[in-house]
């Protein structure tokens, strides 16, 4: 099971346990 992040047109897969700097700078 993976989640996708979209930002600005860039595209990122976020796998099952593994995190993403990218994903939490989006949360600020």
């Known amino acids: 099971?993976?989640?996708v992040i979209r930002?600005?047109?860039a595209q990122y897969?976020?796998?099952e346990g593994q995190t993403l700097d990218v994903?939490?700078?989006d949360a600020e």
């Open 1 to 3: 099971m993976y989640a």
């Open 7 to 9: 930002d600005r047109g």
């Open 13 to 15: 897969r976020v796998e």
């Open 23 to 25: 994903a939490l700078m």
